[in-house]
């Protein structure tokens, strides 16, 4: 089966700063990659996807970049600010959604 | 208003109750799925349904078991709890018949198994 490793597992950046989360997946075949984010005490929500047919999606100061070859996709969160601050999830998908460990993202004020 | 429900939100048990989770959704959604949520690990899949009466085994399914009757509900039944279940638990439903799109996730159920 899949397995994602992502990291760090901790980050705390400054307001205004940008943040990059990073995951890898193992299964050649896993063709899509969403990007959930987790506040504090709430259910998870998605926030950005890619699928394996693009490179790089963007939405706003969110944006995603994939690399195939590698297998590995990234998470880049511009102009952070305090509501960045929560828990990002990154995951693969071959037949079955396989998530990462998560990364808890601080924006410091 | 679109949304997937659970009930129980917490639950504290004793090891050997039987117990019952439920979820529902009102999206007329194809796919349901339950993740486990531990520190460390991420979200794990226990069980999926990409259909009525067609469920299949996500990465962590022992001690668990499910069903699909109707098309809005995917109970999760433990039958016989254990301390290692004590987990924070969600159920998700998604569009299409599988889960190559947004999982729309429930609130979450706590399950303290003592």
């Known amino acids: 089966g899949e397995n994602v490793e992502q990291h760090p597992s901790t980050l705390s950046v400054q307001e205004g700063d940008s943040a990059v989360i990073k995951c890898t997946y193992s299964d050649s075949a896993s063709n899509y990659f969403p990007w959930y984010k987790q506040e504090l005490g709430k259910r998870p929500q998605l926030i950005i996807d890619?699928?394996?047919?693009?490179g790089e999606k963007k939405d706003q100061r969110i944006a995603v970049t994939l690399n195939k070859t590698a297998k590995h996709f990234s998470l880049h969160i511009t102009e952070t600010q305090p509501e960045d601050s929560a828990v990002y999830f990154c995951?693969?998908?071959?037949?079955?959604?396989?998530f990462g460990a998560g990364t808890t993202v601080t924006v410091r004020a | 208003e679109a949304q997937v429900t659970q009930n129980p939100r917490y639950l504290i048990t004793v090891t050997g109750k039987k117990l019952t989770v439920t979820c529902s959704q009102n999206m007329n959604h194809e796919y349901m799925s339950w993740y486990r949520q531990d520190p460390g690990l991420g979200l794990r899949q226990i069980y999926y349904?990409?259909?009525?009466?067609?469920?299949d085994k996500g990465d962590v399914p022992e001690g668990y078991k499910v069903s699909r009757k109707e098309k809005r509900n995917f109970p999760l039944i433990l039958e016989s709890p254990s301390p290692n279940q004590t987990s924070l638990y969600f159920c998700?439903?998604?569009?299409?018949?599988?889960?190559?799109?947004?999982?729309?996730f429930g609130p979450g159920t706590r399950l303290t198994v003592l």
């Open positions: 995951a693969a998908n071959d037949y079955k959604l396989s």
């Open positions: 349904s990409m259909n009525v009466e067609v469920t």
């Open positions: 890619i699928r394996s047919n693009v």
């Open positions: 998700a439903s998604s569009p299409r018949r599988d889960s190559y799109n947004e999982q729309f």
